[in-house]
């Protein structure tokens, strides 16, 4: 087994539709990002890296490199999973909290658990989403930004290809 963090944070702006999770939440503001910078799907997959010991987000998709621009955060996903499947690894589990002032995300928790499972080739039972504030203190509390934490446990294959996946535990 292994276990691994992963932590992100995006300044919200205007003019950008506001993606977590791979699910586009109705608001008046969007994160900023090379990406589509959905902090909650890239927070994930820090950890998948990290607990695979694979560095981090930045070193494969890098933000200066023109043709992450836009890119659409699972498909980034689905390719992490890839990479730590060919070091002989799957998902187990993933946790997240998503730290946002606005807006609110309990109604969108369903939807995200499903899309982010699905990308991983995994169960929406083994993704957990939470959403809590910062109770307005510093520039997740004051609305400036959304940050998202994730830990994600993975477990030896032990012979499967990574097409094999989901795993259920």
């Known amino acids: 087994m292994r276990i691994g963090q992963g932590y992100d944070i995006h300044r919200l702006v205007e003019g950008r539709p506001l ?4 699910i586009r939440i109705p608001y008046e503001k969007g994160l900023l990002g090379h990406s589509d910078a959905d902090v909650l799907t890239h927070a994930i997959m820090d950890a998948l890296l990290g607990a695979a010991a694979l560095r ?15 890119a659409d ?18 998902v187990a589990n993933v946790d997240s909290v ?9 109604p969108h928790i369903p939807a995200m658990q499903a899309r982010l499972a699905e990308a991983m ?9 939470k959403a809590t504030t910062n109770e307005k203190l ?20 032990r ?4 097409s094999d996946l989901p795993i259920r535990i």
Not at 121 to 129: A, F, H, N, R, T
Not at 139 to 151: D, L, N, S
């Open 159 to 162: 012979g499967q290809a990574s």
């Open 73 to 90: 955060s699972i498909l980034l996903l689905q390719q992490v999973v890839q990479l730590v499947g060919q070091e002989g690894w799957c």
């Open 121 to 129: 080739q995994i169960s929406p039972k083994q993704v957990g989403v």
């Open 98 to 106: 998503v730290v946002a002032e606005q807006p609110k995300l309990k």
């Open 138 to 157: 510093g520039p997740v509390g004051q609305g400036e930004a959304i940050a998202a934490f994730a830990v994600a446990l993975l477990l030896e294959q």
């Open 19 to 22: 993606i977590l999770g791979g």
């Open 56 to 70: 981090d987000i930045g070193f494969y998709f890098p933000p200066e490199e023109e043709r992450w621009k836009g």
